[in-house]
């Protein structure tokens, strides 16, 4: 089987659309079918992974004199992250598509929707669409949405009816290293300690709310043997002024780039900051209890629920300052609520989503 993904990264949109396809896509050629990515020249792109990850790729030149928008004004909220009329990114993406006998094409993008996908549905077998936020139609024959708090009433008015509909993070998508750490990882939460925490905002971080997370800790009751471990992507603006803070912070600090790692980081990890994405679905596979910080418009649902659910604290980029301190006081004074926030977080994810899509896709495959 032949598997196209259509999925953008930039700084604007960030690294998690690409990065969720690209474990799916690992997940499927490890099964024996042929993967194939196609995404735009953003600033800020993954085509250098997604090669690295040995995928073939077609990456979409924006003309240099773009065709007018629509007449109309755009009708999606994200419209602009395509950097081109849909139209043209449809005709780019069928002229790949035209090259390649695609079972399945497997769309992961906020600015399409229903109009594109019907002007791909006659160059590929079925089409299945990744989303998280239930505001526009679909024409797919798979919808994915992997979110905590999401229901499939969601996307009753927005799909076929005979679309499959894959809701909530049992389906999240997640490398099998998480699967595998997942009985060490809770484990060791049995006896909780708080001297070891991951601070990862996202791969780009573009308002460098890692910077003001540290500055918060820098000034916080946490004592001086507390280690920190930062995580930042190789896109991220802000990246070299990490560094430099993290050098004068009273704490064992390190900032790491672009780590393969992050399972075994966040089983190693006691606590972690991070943002309300898809890394949430990691987090409790391994029961890290987190402060969870929105920072986009569609990870308010996502923290809302983690919160109601009881294994994070959520958090709004204006209020990290505040929020940080507080938790960190209550945890600092009473330990024990770290273990009951892992109990709750790994009850919201197992880590074997990936296998439940691909046994979707691939009916007949052994997972």
Sequence with gaps: ???????????????????????????????????????????????????????????????????????????????????????????????????????????????????????????????????????????????????LGRESADYEALIPSTCTKLIGPQFALLRPEFAELRPTSLERRRAPEFKRILISLGGVDRTNVTGEVLEVLSNSTLPTETELDIVMGRSAPHLEYVKKQALELPFQSTVSVSVNDIAARMCAADFSIGGAGSTSWERCCLGLPSIVVVLANNQRLIAAALEKAGCAEKSSISGVDGRVRSVIQKLNAQHSILMHMSDNAEKVCDGKGCLRVVSTLCPGDNV
Excluded at 4 to 20: E, K, L, N, Y
């Design 1 to 147: 089987m032949k598997v196209a993904f259509r999925a953008d990264a930039s700084i604007q949109i960030g690294t998690g659309h690409v990065m969720r396809c690209l474990t799916l896509a690992e997940e499927l050629r490890r099964q024996g079918h042929q993967c194939l990515f196609i995404c735009r020249n953003h600033e800020g792109h993954l085509a250098g992974l997604i090669t690295e990850k040995g995928f073939d790729l077609h990456l979409l030149q924006s003309p240099a004199q773009l065709e007018t928008l629509a007449k109309d004004e755009p009708t999606l909220a994200h419209s602009g992250w395509l950097g081109v009329p849909w139209e043209t990114d449809a005709k780019q993406t069928l002229e790949v598509l035209a090259r390649n006998n695609i079972d399945w094409l497997i769309a992961d993008h906020y600015a399409l929707d229903s109009q594109w996908e019907c002007q791909l549905a006659e160059a590929v077998g079925q089409i299945m669409v990744i989303d998280d936020l239930a505001d526009r139609e679909h024409e797919c024959a798979v919808l994915l949405d992997q979110n």
